[in-house]
């Protein structure tokens, strides 16, 4: 029992000299690292390096950093090394913070900030580009051994308000480690760039990076001011439609099947929408599916038109767009009418059919007359009473 008190108390004695070493602020002094700076490693990508104060004092304790994104959008994060990388977007400049940062869970110490800043890119206001959109698509590549699918990258925009008459647009793009320049430019009647497609990309089709794209200028009037735009590829990413629809009606029972679309996703990892349109009464079915199949309880005597589309799964990756749909299919009939409709046509056209032959029969030989002889009138005494007296006046 001696030997398990000294213990006990050996091990109290350490942790309140641990404590000691970790808490009062007295004793120990955080000093902001030093030789802080922001340097441009790519497109919309920043690298943020600094060193622990060489003053110091060392303790056996874990010192950390705090970093602080100022502008263009602020963001806080803690790391325990001496670098950070940082996507943003940089043409309205970068600036930021990092200071050192001792916690446990009773208390935070910290010491003053050390900040860095980019600058904004020069040029002209008004000269930079606006409303820039991207989507990319993906196809079947047929050419590469390594990836059986190919991402294309579509981009659009307008030429700034200010932008002299001379001003060409040039665009890039950054994914991971690959920075492409573009080769294929739409341009508007002044001949400006005003659009960037791009075939084949080293874009993946289930990344999940931001995809980083510049769009710079030249002018011999004004400096051309750059603008770049951050794109989360789930966002922009246009699904092709489900391949092979098909629709079978067999009595009331309409059934219909598709193939995922072209993608590099598996076949799972989608959802999708079935629109059945009757085209006699304009009554539109909608129903969203996980499966690629769909059996709905119809109308046989009327015709529809059946389309389909799809959208990669939040099982898979975040939600982005739907697909278009699929060429419409056109199943039924709709030539004849219900049987109904026709069964009260036949029999009001018997009727007055009937009643059309009974009314001449009846014209021709007379009948009418002798079915329903006419009332004779009754005599009228005043016209008697009236050459009556006349005619004793005469007689006068």
């Not at 009773?106 to 000269?127: C, F, I, K």
């Not at 001949?191 to 794209?213: E, M, Q, Y």
């Not at 199943?331 to 009974?358: Q, S, Y």
């Amino acid at each position: 029992m001696i030997i398990v008190a000294h213990v006990l108390l050996i091990l109290l004695g350490a942790t309140e000299i641990l404590q000691a070493d970790l808490l009062p602020d007295e004793k120990i002094s955080l000093l902001p690292p030093v030789n802080f700076t922001i340097k441009v490693t790519g497109l919309a990508q920043v690298l943020l390096q600094w060193k622990p104060n060489p003053d110091q004092e060392q303790r056996n304790v874990n010192l950390e950093y705090q970093v602080k994104i100022n502008a263009p959008k602020e963001d806080d994060y803690e790391t325990r090394i001496t670098e950070s990388k940082c996507v943003t977007i940089l043409h309205k400049g970068f600036s930021a913070s990092v200071r050192t940062i001792l916690q446990n869970d009773h208390s935070l110490l910290a010491s003053s900030w050390a900040s860095a800043e980019l600058h904004a890119p020069p040029g002209s206001p008004g000269t930079s580009i606006v409303n820039l959109t991207c989507t990319t698509n993906t196809t079947e590549d047929n050419y590469s051994r390594l990836r059986s699918y190919q991402v294309s990258l579509h981009c659009t925009w307008l030429v700034g308000t200010d932008a002299p008459e001379d001003t060409q647009y040039f665009l890039y793009y950054r994914y991971g480690s690959w920075t492409e320049e573009c080769q294929e430019y739409s341009k508007d009647t002044l001949g400006r760039n005003i659009a960037c497609w791009f075939p084949r990309t080293f874009i993946l089709s289930k990344g999940r990076d931001w995809l980083a794209v510049l769009v710079n200028g030249s002018s011999k009037h004004s400096a051309i001011r750059p603008f770049d735009q951050l794109f989360a590829l789930h966002a922009i990413d246009q699904i092709n439609p489900p391949l092979n629809v098909t629709a079978e009606i067999e009595g009331t029972r309409l059934s219909i099947q598709w193939e995922k679309p072209v993608s590099a996703f598996p076949i799972h990892c989608f959802d999708y929408e079935v629109k059945i349109h009757n085209t006699r009464n304009g009554y539109l079915q909608i129903e969203k599916l996980m499966t690629n199949a769909f059996i709905s309880i119809i109308d046989d005597l009327s015709k529809y038109d059946v389309q389909v589309r799809a959208a990669v799964s939040s099982m898979c990756r975040e939600a982005g767009l739907w697909s278009e749909w699929s060429q419409p299919i056109y199943v039924g009939n709709d030539e004849h009418k219900p049987l109904r409709e026709w069964f009260v046509i036949v029999i009001m056209a018997t009727i007055c059919f009937i009643l059309l032959i009974l009314s001449l029969i009846c014209k021709i030989c007379h009948l009418w007359i002798k079915l329903f002889p006419p009332i004779p009138a009754p005599k009228s005494n005043i016209k008697d009473l009236f050459v009556t007296t006349n005619y004793e006046k005469a007689g006068i």
